[in-house]
């Protein structure tokens, strides 16, 4: 069995600024690329940003490109989202998955992750 842990979430002021930290445990595949995404009430799952197994090849989406930094641990079972001027309408719960495959696949295709978390509410307020 394969365990996905998120933390970090919470509440914080707009313009603010949190952290995000994820952990795979258990049966992991031997390598693995690792992403976080987030979904909104009433809209769709979306990218935020995926990381490959060596933590060299990085893929951000639109939602928070530029304002975001992913990052691997040398155990390579934990990735790290970092996310500044936060605005409301970044409200959402977010995921931490995993994937087989490669992180630009997983970057692609938000249906290809083999395991997910159970997510994390952010929450910003003005």
């Known amino acids: 069995q394969v365990h996905v842990i998120e933390s970090g979430g919470g509440l914080v002021q707009a313009g603010g600024s949190l952290t995000l930290s994820c952990v795979a445990s258990g049966r992991t595949p031997p390598s693995y690329a690792m992403g976080w995404f987030r979904q909104a009430p009433g809209k769709e799952r979306e990218l935020v940003a995926t990381i490959s197994w060596s933590g060299q090849v990085k893929n951000y989406g639109d939602s928070l490109k530029g304002r975001s930094t992913i990052s691997r641990t040398s155990r390579a079972n934990t990735t790290n989202l970092e996310m500044t001027d936060l605005k409301p309408e970044d409200t959402a719960v977010y995921y931490c998955?995993?994937?087989?495959?490669?992180?630009?696949?997983?970057?692609?295709?938000?249906?290809?992750?083999?395991?997910w978390g159970q997510g994390t509410q952010v929450t910003v307020v003005s």
């Open positions: 998955a995993i994937d087989e495959d490669s992180s630009r696949t997983m970057a692609r295709d938000v249906g290809s992750p083999d395991y």
